[in-house]
């Protein structure tokens, strides 16, 4: 792991800090290119009503918006849990050259957990992947945040 991997998902892991307080699930993205940050997001589904919000297609937007082009070439995402299948397919889309993740998602995640699809021969962009950086303080950012949420529901009249 580089040291740059681990200053980034920094980045990301704040952002995700600033999802969790927006109510949201909390995961943070960004996108790095040159050693720059050129995109940021967080989870903003519910606060926008737009079910593809997710922090990695935030960032991309944010990212394609700043460089204005669509295609982000030479990118690094890095993003605090694995991402789903729509987030790994804009990715490829936007022709960004590596994703770095922290945690798996064992239920959804489209890159190790239960699909591999950065490793399918079909498409016209391969996409590079690392994952486990910081990966328990990802982890312990979603524990608490649905430990919290557990908590909440059960305090509520019913």
């Given amino acids: 792991m580089a ?3 681990h200053i980034f998902m920094q980045a990301a892991l704040a952002l995700a ?3 969790a307080q927006a109510g949201e699930v909390p995961v943070g993205a960004v996108v790095v290119q040159n050693g720059e940050i050129i995109g940021r997001g967080w989870n903003r589904p519910i606060s926008t009503n ?3 919000a997710h922090a990695e297609i935030v960032a991309l937007r944010d ?3 700043n460089c204005s082009n669509y295609r982000l070439p030479e990118t690094t995402l890095y993003v605090t849990i694995e ?3 729509m987030c790994v397919g804009a990715m490829i889309h936007a022709r960004v050259q590596r994703v770095v993740f922290g945690a798996p998602e064992p239920k959804a995640g489209a890159l190790i957990s239960q699909l591999q699809l950065a490793e399918e ?3 016209n962009h391969r996409l590079e992947v690392a994952s486990g950086v910081c ?3 990802a982890a312990d950012l979603m524990r608490s945040f649905f430990q919290l949420r557990r908590l909440q529901a059960k305090s509520k009249p019913g």
């Fill in 3 to 5: 040291d740059s991997d």
């Fill in 17 to 19: 800090e600033q999802a």
């Fill in 121 to 123: 021969t079909h498409w």
């Fill in 63 to 65: 990212a394609a918006h």
């Fill in 83 to 85: 991402p789903c299948t």
């Fill in 50 to 52: 737009d079910p593809t």
């Fill in 135 to 137: 990966s328990e303080e």
